[in-house]
């Protein structure tokens, strides 16, 4: 757990309770911050349910937020998800602005207690944020660099150890609602992969998305930019770092043959930026201990995860994470002869057009399950694409592996849809999956 200790001593907040609005995972570890150095806290959030936790970790209800004096507080400390501005602004927020009372995220509060101590590592974009995260504390650790990784994914930024030592290295993803809410932040190495549409809701249009990733690059030590999209590039125009390395996947210098966990254009993006991470850290690294670091990684769960390799030809790719058609064209577009299953609750039908008609030349047969599956066997007819209505994952499943037989092909479960009208989330959907194909394995060796 990271020390705060740097609060008693900081005249803006000694002596002085702090209140947080969201009780998620981030909002859980700052209680136990907080109080495991005397601080005094108040905790709101719209579930009510959630009060009890609240108090069993030492936080005190707030009942009557709207009659609470916020200029008593050091900071109101924000979990990412709640609004600042658009669609609506959460009341306590708004509260808490018209008083003049700090607002600031977990991160911001890292980024204080260990900008003297220890590498940080920064890395946001709108796509492959975790695989670049994760993959870039393994090729550290790989190459004898004491790495971990956290914030928006795995342990919240303070709950993450304390490394005193300035060689240790933190690698967080961010994303741009925890990027809102870091006026001062900046990590050593700030790492940008893409920038598409997005959270347009939570942003009110592109440049107040762009601007939320923009933040964190402003007087950075170094900023590494992979440059491949419109967005990414005119987020350059302006960067401001001591010094700026502009990138693209189609000019690694790494030979990316017979990475299947790293397989496609979008992983080139996430290793493009790990590799330059790397070398600015360590430029003594060379090409070849940075692919064998790579030929080591496992890749993430639900995330174009390697479920099984059957009879040497047969790849079954779970892709649970896919759950709009933009996630699912990265899968489509990465994998050969493929028998797609996908389906579940649509963000929009329509999306599944251009997902059908620009990247679905590499699909044999569809398996669709779920609300959508009269949707995309409409737009799967109106391209020529075979498919069948299979109801639910099983039957999907099932049907595949009978399809493909024993070509050389692709199983790949990238849904396209969310999960919830079948399943609780897309990790439970990707678990059942996953299984399915490890049943099928011993009923074929049984």
Same mark, same amino acid.
């Given at each position: 757990?990271?020390?705060?200790?740097?609060?008693?001593?900081?005249?803006?907040?000694?002596?002085?309770?702090?209140?947080?609005?969201?009780?998620?995972?981030?909002?859980?570890?700052?209680?136990?911050?907080?109080?495991?150095?005397?601080?005094?806290?108040?905790?709101?959030?719209?579930?009510?349910? +959630?009060?009890?936790?609240?108090?069993?970790?030492?936080?005190?209800?707030?009942?009557?937020?709207?009659?609470?004096?916020?200029?008593?507080?050091?900071?109101?400390?924000?979990?990412?998800?709640?609004?600042?501005?658009?669609?609506?602004?959460?009341?306590? +927020?708004? *509260?808490?602005?018209? *008083?003049?009372?700090?607002?600031?995220?977990?991160?911001?509060?890292?980024?204080?207690?260990?900008?003297?101590?220890?590498?940080?590592?920064?890395? +946001?974009?709108?796509?492959?944020?975790?695989? +670049?995260?994760?993959?870039?504390?393994?090729?550290?650790?790989?190459?004898?660099?004491?790495?971990?990784?956290?914030?928006?994914?795995?342990?919240?930024?303070?709950?993450?150890?304390?490394?005193?030592?300035?060689?240790?290295?933190?690698?967080?993803?961010?994303?741009?609602? *925890?990027?809102d809410l870091c006026p001062n932040f900046r990590p050593h190495i700030a790492v940008l992969l893409n920038i598409t549409p997005d959270h347009l809701d939570r942003h009110n249009d592109m440049n107040g998305y762009v601007r939320a990733k923009s933040i964190m690059f402003d007087g950075v030590d170094t900023a590494i930019i992979v440059s491949d999209d419109e967005w990414s590039n005119k987020l350059l125009e302006n960067v401001k770092a001591d010094k700026i390395i502009k990138t693209s996947f189609k000019n690694i210098p790494i030979n990316l043959d017979d990475l299947l966990r790293l397989a496609g254009e979008h992983n080139a993006q996430n290793i493009t930026a790990v590799y330059h991470i790397c070398k600015k850290i360590m430029p003594e690294m060379t090409n070849q201990a940075f692919r064998s670091a790579l030929e080591t990684f496992k890749g993430l769960p639900h995330r174009q995860e390697i479920v099984s390799v059957q009879n040497s030809n047969l790849l079954f790719i779970n892709d649970s994470k896919a759950t709009n058609a933009d996630a699912a064209a990265v899968a489509l577009d990465t994998y050969k002869n493929i028998y797609w299953i996908a389906g579940g609750i649509a963000k929009s039908p329509k999306e599944f057009d251009d997902l059908i008609k620009n990247h679905g030349g590499n699909i044999c047969h569809a398996f669709l399950i779920g609300d959508a599956a009269d949707d995309l066997e409409h737009y799967l007819k109106k391209y020529n694409v075979q498919s069948q209505k299979c109801k639910t994952l099983d039957i999907a499943v099932e049907q595949s592996i009978a399809y493909a037989g024993d070509k050389s092909a692709s199983i790949v479960f990238s849904p396209a849809c969310a999960s919830f009208d079948q399943f609780l989330n897309f990790e439970e959907r990707g678990d059942a999956f996953r299984q399915l194909v490890i049943n099928s394995t011993k009923k074929k060796s049984a």
């Open positions: 757990m990271i020390d705060l200790s740097f609060l008693q001593s900081n005249p803006n907040y000694a002596g002085k309770p702090v209140m947080i609005l969201g009780l998620a995972r981030s909002g859980i570890v700052a209680l136990r911050s907080f109080k495991a150095h005397d601080i005094e806290v108040f905790v709101y959030d719209d579930n009510k349910d +959630t009060r009890k936790i609240a108090e069993e970790y030492g936080g005190i209800w707030v009942d009557n937020p709207l009659e609470f004096d916020f200029t008593s507080l050091a900071f109101l400390m924000v979990a990412p998800g709640i609004p600042l501005y658009y669609p609506k602004p959460h009341f306590i +927020t708004e *509260q808490a602005r018209l *008083q003049n009372c700090p607002i600031l995220s977990d991160i911001e509060l890292f980024g204080l207690a260990k900008k003297d101590n220890s590498i940080i590592i920064g890395i +946001t974009g709108t796509n492959g944020k975790s695989t +670049t995260t994760v993959l870039a504390e393994h090729v550290l650790r790989e190459l004898n660099k004491n790495a971990v990784c956290g914030g928006n994914i795995g342990v919240p930024a303070l709950g993450l150890p304390d490394f005193e030592d300035k060689d240790s290295i933190y690698v967080l993803e961010l994303s741009s609602f *925890q990027l």
